[in-house]
């Protein structure tokens, strides 16, 4: 802030500066029109003159106006030069603190925000919104600021030449004004339809870079780079007819404004030949109204800047707007190694129709494997996010019984699971997830989420050596701390046959890698932090069956008394689970253990049979 004020500071000194000189040529031309001897020289001058002890009055008179006129010259340059500087300091230093408050509150909004906002929009918001606000607010608002001190001081100086050539050209200002605002409310929502187009075109260059290997798999690059294109040609366009009301407007501006010095260049002279005015007056007069002329071009310009200013602001509004993850105000941290209970969770998307999940209550008794079944949409990932409170339920109603926590077997599994789960009433998003009796909306959420080990079926790595990718939980930790997690993960051969070993790069998303080492190192990740819980959402579906096998082998002696969830289409993952659960279009369709599920002859029989047949 206080690098804003010196810079004003500086700008109130260079408008004062660029405005004293015409009186010091207006004083010089009308001394010269008139006898020495008999003009009437303010006495400090007369003073000065006569210190310097010159005979010739004339000659010493002219150099030190002219070293006045030098004077002020430099020192508008050197405060120019201030102005300049500080303000690029401040502006620099504004548009960082709002790029730091804009990242802290977007990494701490809900999942499900960023689901629905496209990534290449939001860091269009971030970048190029920024941007415009930065010059707004370090060129256009310090303008304003400027040529408000410009014109008040230019016109105090006019009307000590003449009132009535002043009230002539203050005439035009308003009618500029009022121009440049209507320009402004027609003009806005042409800026508001580029900038979401620009949103949607950086989002399509986002989405081919990330998505750069699936685009060539499938040949795509034809089709995109026509869809891209598209998008390209639609948002020149915009620009182009923005461009072409904007030329206009700047054109009709500067019409008005030349408009203006010539009636006032005019008006002046015949002023001055009716001796209404002295030829120094007249050359002043002139002067101050040619400084005004580009204000008041730049007013103009300043109100129509405030539109696409304005856009920008109301795109990052809806960010900072966004509401952030809360906990409540008695968040707990209780202990996590305890029981985890569904209790008649219901839960559809904001965009769906349908429910994803609907009444599931089940129970994962502490430090077993449970594996969960179910097909393509079947909600086996959304049970996880509730978990994990990517996504929220809303505040309990009131607590229900819950009818699960034993293994039901053959009919009465059957029974239970239609009759108590598949044929009730659902309750859009509602229901509630329990740890140990206590509802996970009751715990902080940076707890729960530290002790909650969860590895995608797509995992994420950052670009770096997969040393820091395996070791992203945990900074401080050995190398035998990340070789042994890479071992558990069975990584550790894979990586020992990279030429660089732990210390090979890792491209951006993981590209370098095939779909299994990703996988395997998402789970040394995970594996560092040692929480006390594990779900595996299928991240086990890119590596082949006796690699898998390994996996949960080296897990099963490494993870004793952990919670691991397993989430699985294949049935050889899941078949040594303590308990596992069937999903069915988003409902409990069976429960219990491997061989009891077989003998229920249900879903995960015929699916068991289907891939015992290898079909």
């Excluded at 179910?374 to 505040?395: E, I, Q, W």
């Excluded at 069976?590 to 047949?613: C, F, P, T």
């Amino acid at each position: 802030m206080i690098f804003f004020v010196i810079s004003m500071i500086c700008s109130v000194l260079v408008t004062f500066f660029e405005l004293v000189s015409p009186k010091f040529v207006q004083y010089t031309v009308d001394f010269l029109l008139v006898d020495a001897a008999d003009s009437s020289v303010p006495s400090y001058i007369d003073h000065v003159i006569n210190m310097l002890g010159g005979r010739d009055y004339l000659r010493v008179h002219l150099y030190l106006m002219a070293l006045v006129v030098a004077g002020c010259a430099i020192a508008t340059a050197l405060f120019r030069y201030l102005f300049k500087l500080f303000n690029s300091i401040a502006a620099e230093k504004f548009t960082r603190r709002m790029r730091d408050t804009l990242f802290e509150h977007i990494i701490r909004l809900p999942f499900a925000w960023h689901s629905e906002n496209h990534t290449g929009d939001i860091i269009q918001r971030c970048t190029s919104d920024v941007d415009t606000i930065k010059n707004f607010v370090s060129e256009q608002m310090i303008n304003l600021f400027r040529i408000t001190v410009r014109i008040a001081v230019a016109m105090y100086f006019m009307l000590g030449i003449s009132g009535y050539l002043t009230i002539f050209s203050a005439v035009f200002i308003p009618i500029i004004v009022l121009y440049s605002c209507l320009f402004h409310r027609r003009i806005s929502k042409g800026f508001e339809k580029a900038d979401s187009e620009e949103g949607r075109l950086s989002a399509t260059a986002q989405e081919n870079l990330t998505g750069v290997r699936v685009v060539r798999a499938f040949g795509r690059e034809a089709y995109e780079k026509e869809r891209f294109e598209t998008q390209n040609y639609h948002y020149t366009n915009l620009w182009i007819d923005l461009i072409r009301t904007l030329s206009a407007f700047w054109a009709s501006n500067d019409l008005i404004s030349g408009l203006q010095v010539m009636l006032v260049t005019i008006i002046g002279a015949v002023l001055c030949v009716q001796n209404s005015i002295t030829v120094g007056e007249y050359i002043a007069f002139v002067s101050l109204n040619a400084m005004l002329t580009w204000p008041v071009r730049a007013l103009g310009r300043i109100i129509s800047e405030m539109s696409k200013a304005g856009v920008s602001i109301d795109r990052l509004r809806y960010i900072m707007n966004s509401e952030e993850e809360k906990d409540s105000e008695n968040a707990v941290e209780p202990p996590m190694n305890r029981d985890i209970v569904f209790d008649n969770v219901s839960y559809k998307y904001g965009n769906g129709t349908e429910d994803v999940l609907s009444n599931v209550s089940f129970r994962i008794k502490a430090g077993t494997t449970f594996g969960v079944l179910g097909g393509t949409g079947s909600g086996k990932s959304t049970l996880m996010y509730l978990m994990d409170k990517l996504y929220d339920l809303p505040a309990s109603k009131g607590d229900a019984d819950i009818a699960v926590g034993h293994v039901v077997t053959g009919d009465a599994a059957k029974a239970e699971c239609h009759g108590g789960v598949g044929d009730a009433e659902t309750a859009e998003n509602s229901g509630r997830i329990t740890i140990g009796d206590v509802d996970i909306k009751d715990i902080r959420r940076s707890y729960l989420r530290r002790n909650i080990g969860l590895v995608l079926q797509e995992p994420f790595l950052f670009s770096g050596t997969l040393s820091e990718n395996i070791a992203i939980t945990q900074s401080d930790a050995s190398f035998k701390e990340v070789r042994d997690a890479a071992k558990i993960a069975d990584l550790d051969e894979a990586i020992r046959n990279f030429n660089k070993g732990y210390e090979t790069y890792v491209g951006e998303r993981g590209v370098t890698l095939s779909g299994g080492q990703k996988q395997r190192t998402a789970i040394a990740q995970m594996l560092m932090g040692k929480p006390p819980i594990m779900i595996f959402d299928d991240s086990l579906s890119a590596v082949d069956t006796r690699t898998d096998a390994r996996i949960r082998k080296a897990l099963s002696e490494t993870t004793v008394g952990t919670t691991v969830i397993l989430i699985s289409h294949r049935i050889t993952t899941l078949m040594h689970a303590d308990t596992i659960l069937v999903l069915d279009k988003g409902k409990v369709a069976e429960i219990g253990s491997h061989d009891e599920l077989v003998a229920n002859n249900g879903i995960y029989k015929r699916i068991y049979d289907i891939q015992k047949q290898g079909i």
